[in-house]
Protein backbone atom coordinates (compact mmCIF):
# COMPACT_ATOMS: atom_id res chain seq x y z
CA UNK A 1 0.00 0.00 0.00
CA UNK A 2 1.28 3.53 -0.62
CA UNK A 3 1.51 5.99 2.17
CA UNK A 4 0.39 9.36 1.34
CA UNK A 5 0.60 12.69 3.36
CA UNK A 6 -0.63 15.99 2.68
CA UNK A 7 0.41 19.90 3.83
CA UNK A 8 -1.27 21.51 5.87
CA UNK A 9 -3.38 19.44 7.69
CA UNK A 10 -5.56 22.25 8.28
CA UNK A 11 -6.06 26.02 7.38
CA UNK A 12 -8.21 28.72 8.27
CA UNK A 13 -8.24 31.42 5.43
CA UNK A 14 -9.38 34.97 4.95
CA UNK A 15 -11.95 35.28 1.83
CA UNK A 16 -10.51 36.11 -1.50
CA UNK A 17 -7.28 34.54 -0.66
CA UNK A 18 -5.91 30.91 -1.88
CA UNK A 19 -4.30 28.40 -0.65
CA UNK A 20 -2.25 25.41 -1.79
CA UNK A 21 -2.76 22.20 -0.67
CA UNK A 22 0.68 19.60 -0.84
CA UNK A 23 0.33 15.80 -1.57
CA UNK A 24 3.26 13.32 -1.27
CA UNK A 25 2.98 9.90 -2.03
CA UNK A 26 5.79 7.20 -0.74
CA UNK A 27 6.14 5.46 -3.90
CA UNK A 28 5.77 6.04 -7.90
CA UNK A 29 1.84 5.61 -8.58
CA UNK A 30 0.17 5.65 -11.91
CA UNK A 31 -2.96 7.98 -10.75
CA UNK A 32 -3.25 10.72 -8.22
CA UNK A 33 -6.78 12.28 -7.57
CA UNK A 34 -8.02 15.21 -5.56
CA UNK A 35 -11.64 14.81 -3.72
CA UNK A 36 -13.68 17.26 -1.71
CA UNK A 37 -15.55 16.48 1.58
CA UNK A 38 -18.34 19.06 2.40
CA UNK A 39 -19.35 19.05 6.19
CA UNK A 40 -21.56 15.96 6.96
CA UNK A 41 -20.97 15.12 3.30
CA UNK A 42 -19.80 12.22 0.98
CA UNK A 43 -16.56 12.36 -1.06
CA UNK A 44 -16.89 14.07 -4.69
CA UNK A 45 -14.15 13.90 -7.42
CA UNK A 46 -12.61 17.17 -8.27
CA UNK A 47 -10.32 16.34 -10.94
CA UNK A 48 -7.62 13.78 -12.10
CA UNK A 49 -4.15 14.86 -11.66
CA UNK A 50 -2.12 13.79 -14.87
CA UNK A 51 1.63 13.81 -14.51
CA UNK A 52 3.29 16.43 -17.03
CA UNK A 53 0.17 17.52 -18.83
CA UNK A 54 -3.11 19.43 -17.56
CA UNK A 55 -5.56 17.93 -14.62
CA UNK A 56 -8.50 16.54 -16.10
CA UNK A 57 -11.59 18.36 -14.30
CA UNK A 58 -14.98 16.74 -13.59
CA UNK A 59 -18.73 18.54 -13.94
CA UNK A 60 -18.66 21.52 -11.80
CA UNK A 61 -15.01 22.20 -11.35
CA UNK A 62 -13.11 24.10 -13.39
CA UNK A 63 -8.98 25.03 -13.74
CA UNK A 64 -9.09 28.76 -12.92
CA UNK A 65 -10.34 28.17 -9.32
CA UNK A 66 -8.81 24.77 -8.82
CA UNK A 67 -5.01 24.58 -10.49
CA UNK A 68 -3.47 21.38 -10.17
CA UNK A 69 -0.01 20.78 -10.64
CA UNK A 70 1.55 17.36 -10.96
CA UNK A 71 5.41 17.15 -12.35
CA UNK A 72 6.35 13.48 -11.15
CA UNK A 73 4.82 10.27 -10.56
CA UNK A 74 4.94 11.20 -6.69
CA UNK A 75 3.91 14.82 -5.64
CA UNK A 76 0.43 16.91 -6.77
CA UNK A 77 -0.86 20.20 -5.52
CA UNK A 78 -4.06 21.23 -5.47
CA UNK A 79 -4.76 25.09 -5.16
CA UNK A 80 -8.39 26.41 -3.60
CA UNK A 81 -8.36 30.04 -5.43
CA UNK A 82 -10.47 33.24 -4.82
CA UNK A 83 -11.18 31.68 -1.63
CA UNK A 84 -15.16 31.81 0.01
CA UNK A 85 -16.73 30.38 2.95
CA UNK A 86 -18.70 28.19 0.39
CA UNK A 87 -15.15 26.41 -0.56
CA UNK A 88 -14.63 25.27 4.01
CA UNK A 89 -13.91 21.28 2.95
CA UNK A 90 -11.45 18.59 3.13
CA UNK A 91 -9.95 18.34 0.80
CA UNK A 92 -8.87 14.95 0.05
CA UNK A 93 -5.62 13.50 -2.19
CA UNK A 94 -5.99 9.80 -3.01
CA UNK A 95 -3.12 7.78 -5.23
CA UNK A 96 -3.30 4.30 -7.03
CA UNK A 97 -1.89 2.19 -9.81
CA UNK A 98 -4.23 1.17 -12.59
CA UNK A 99 -6.82 -1.47 -11.02
CA UNK A 100 -6.14 -1.24 -7.82
CA UNK A 101 -7.53 0.26 -4.73
CA UNK A 102 -7.27 3.80 -4.11
CA UNK A 103 -5.43 5.33 -1.02
CA UNK A 104 -6.22 8.40 1.01
CA UNK A 105 -3.96 10.93 2.42
CA UNK A 106 -5.08 12.25 5.45
CA UNK A 107 -6.83 15.26 4.46
CA UNK A 108 -6.38 18.97 4.59
CA UNK A 109 -9.02 20.84 6.62
CA UNK A 110 -10.38 23.85 4.97
CA UNK A 111 -12.03 26.74 6.98
CA UNK A 112 -12.90 29.70 5.09
CA UNK A 113 -13.94 32.91 7.01
CA UNK B 1 -23.10 6.31 -15.91
CA UNK B 2 -22.16 4.75 -12.57
CA UNK B 3 -23.60 5.66 -8.62
CA UNK B 4 -23.71 3.62 -5.28
CA UNK B 5 -26.53 4.20 -3.06
CA UNK B 6 -26.02 3.50 0.67
CA UNK B 7 -29.78 3.91 2.17
CA UNK B 8 -29.01 3.54 5.79
CA UNK B 9 -27.67 7.27 6.98
CA UNK B 10 -27.08 5.40 10.67
CA UNK B 11 -26.79 1.48 11.74
CA UNK B 12 -26.77 1.24 15.07
CA UNK B 13 -25.66 -2.43 16.62
CA UNK B 14 -25.04 -3.94 20.21
CA UNK B 15 -21.03 -4.98 20.88
CA UNK B 16 -21.08 -8.69 20.02
CA UNK B 17 -23.86 -9.28 17.42
CA UNK B 18 -23.80 -9.45 13.61
CA UNK B 19 -23.44 -5.87 11.91
CA UNK B 20 -24.14 -5.25 8.08
CA UNK B 21 -23.93 -2.11 6.47
CA UNK B 22 -26.00 -1.81 3.31
CA UNK B 23 -24.72 -0.80 -0.97
CA UNK B 24 -26.30 -1.27 -3.67
CA UNK B 25 -24.82 0.44 -7.29
CA UNK B 26 -25.33 0.96 -10.66
CA UNK B 27 -22.80 0.20 -13.40
CA UNK B 28 -22.61 0.10 -17.01
CA UNK B 29 -19.29 -2.57 -17.04
CA UNK B 30 -17.75 -4.65 -15.03
CA UNK B 31 -18.54 -3.25 -11.09
CA UNK B 32 -15.20 -2.68 -9.55
CA UNK B 33 -16.36 -2.11 -5.52
CA UNK B 34 -14.52 -0.66 -2.46
CA UNK B 35 -15.64 -0.27 1.09
CA UNK B 36 -13.91 2.42 3.21
CA UNK B 37 -13.79 3.49 6.43
CA UNK B 38 -13.08 7.38 8.04
CA UNK B 39 -12.85 7.84 11.85
CA UNK B 40 -13.26 11.48 13.04
CA UNK B 41 -10.82 13.82 11.82
CA UNK B 42 -8.80 10.98 10.11
CA UNK B 43 -8.63 10.26 6.04
CA UNK B 44 -10.25 7.26 4.53
CA UNK B 45 -8.74 3.96 5.21
CA UNK B 46 -9.43 1.04 2.94
CA UNK B 47 -11.13 -2.05 3.96
CA UNK B 48 -11.53 -4.46 1.16
CA UNK B 49 -12.42 -4.45 -2.45
CA UNK B 50 -14.18 -7.17 -5.50
CA UNK B 51 -12.37 -6.78 -8.39
CA UNK B 52 -13.17 -10.44 -9.72
CA UNK B 53 -13.32 -13.84 -8.58
CA UNK B 54 -15.10 -15.18 -5.18
CA UNK B 55 -18.46 -13.01 -4.38
CA UNK B 56 -17.84 -13.46 -0.72
CA UNK B 57 -14.49 -10.88 0.21
CA UNK B 58 -12.36 -10.28 3.19
CA UNK B 59 -10.94 -7.48 4.30
CA UNK B 60 -9.25 -5.51 7.30
CA UNK B 61 -10.32 -5.91 10.80
CA UNK B 62 -12.67 -8.57 10.46
CA UNK B 63 -14.96 -7.19 7.84
CA UNK B 64 -16.34 -9.26 5.04
CA UNK B 65 -18.19 -8.36 1.85
CA UNK B 66 -20.72 -10.46 -0.54
CA UNK B 67 -21.02 -9.17 -3.99
CA UNK B 68 -23.99 -10.00 -5.52
CA UNK B 69 -24.81 -9.69 -9.28
CA UNK B 70 -27.92 -10.05 -9.78
CA UNK B 71 -29.53 -7.66 -6.52
CA UNK B 72 -26.72 -5.48 -7.26
CA UNK B 73 -25.37 -4.98 -4.14
CA UNK B 74 -22.71 -5.35 -1.90
CA UNK B 75 -22.88 -5.06 1.85
CA UNK B 76 -20.34 -5.10 4.60
CA UNK B 77 -20.85 -7.17 7.39
CA UNK B 78 -18.67 -8.45 10.57
CA UNK B 79 -19.86 -11.15 12.16
CA UNK B 80 -19.10 -10.08 16.25
CA UNK B 81 -19.33 -5.81 16.25
CA UNK B 82 -16.69 -4.01 18.24
CA UNK B 83 -17.04 -0.63 20.21
CA UNK B 84 -14.05 0.64 18.25
CA UNK B 85 -15.90 -0.22 14.66
CA UNK B 86 -17.74 2.72 15.21
CA UNK B 87 -16.91 5.25 12.10
CA UNK B 88 -18.28 6.33 9.14
CA UNK B 89 -18.50 3.68 6.33
CA UNK B 90 -18.06 4.56 2.71
CA UNK B 91 -19.15 2.21 -0.35
CA UNK B 92 -17.74 3.60 -3.83
CA UNK B 93 -17.79 2.23 -7.54
CA UNK B 94 -16.29 2.39 -10.42
CA UNK B 95 -16.63 0.60 -13.74
CA UNK B 96 -13.89 -1.62 -14.37
CA UNK B 97 -14.03 -1.05 -18.13
CA UNK B 98 -10.97 1.22 -18.58
CA UNK B 99 -11.80 3.62 -20.83
CA UNK B 100 -14.28 5.23 -17.92
CA UNK B 101 -11.43 6.13 -15.91
CA UNK B 102 -10.10 4.94 -12.46
CA UNK B 103 -11.98 7.60 -10.41
CA UNK B 104 -14.54 6.39 -7.29
CA UNK B 105 -17.72 7.08 -7.06
CA UNK B 106 -18.92 7.35 -3.52
CA UNK B 107 -21.51 6.51 -1.54
CA UNK B 108 -23.21 8.89 0.79
CA UNK B 109 -21.98 7.17 3.48
CA UNK B 110 -23.71 5.52 6.44
CA UNK B 111 -22.54 5.98 10.26
CA UNK B 112 -22.26 3.27 12.38
CA UNK B 113 -22.82 3.41 16.25
CA UNK B 114 -21.72 0.33 18.09
CA UNK B 115 -22.76 0.35 21.82
CA UNK B 116 -21.07 -1.19 24.76
Known amino acids: SAVISQKPSRDICQRGTSLTIQCQVDSQVTMMFWYRQQPGQSLTLIAT?????????ESGFVIDKFPISRPNLTFSTLTVSNMSPEDSSIYLC??????????FGPGTRLTVL | AQSVAQPEDQVNVAEGNPLTVKCTYSVSGNPYLFWYVQYPNRGLQFLLK??????LVKGSYGFEAEFNKSQTSFPLKKPSALVSDSALYFC??????????????FGKGTSLLVTP
Open chain 2, 50 to 55: YITGDN
Open chain 1, 49 to 57: ANQGSEATY
Open chain 1, 94 to 103: SAAQANNEQF
Open chain 2, 92 to 105: AVRDGNSNSGYALN
